[in-house]
């Protein structure tokens, strides 16, 4: 191999080392916090409660239409949709999860970017999700919500 080949080879090695060492330590991270930090959401109304990251912040209510819930945000970043439907049909097949005695079923992911999971208590349909703003759902988001939903506490 002549010289010049051997120089521009080492050199295309060195600048894409030197973007993924640039990647990896200045990446935008979201930094994980212990679950014990959360903070609480809670629905005396519908009894239910679940701890959220405290990056979230409930910034708008729900839309007219929707009750039982509000909208949290990490700005920019994504937002758990938190809300009830009433007379609610019965859950299809069997429950991915059981929460206070109550079937739970993960959902699927919507579009690529929205996971969560619906709880059936009695007639009604507790439906909490988180949806990722401009990204497709990953194992961290997947890691999410199944964090947030071992926290789900179900009254009366």
Known sequence: MNRKVLFWVLALV???G???VYFSLFKESIPEESISNWKV???EEF???FKY???FDIVQPLAWGYEGGNILVDEGVSYITVYVVKDAPS???SADLTLGGYGAKFSPPFGK??????IYKGDNLIVIYLQDVGR???EDIDSLIRDIVSTIELTN
């Open 14 to 16: 060195v600048v894409v």
């Open 18 to 20: 030197c973007v993924l």
């Open 41 to 43: 959401y809670s629905n």
């Open 47 to 49: 009894g239910y409660s």
């Open 53 to 55: 990251p405290s990056r």
């Open 91 to 93: 859950m299809d097949g």
């Open 113 to 118: 970017y929205r996971s969560g999971v619906s």
């Open 136 to 138: 497709d759902i990953n």
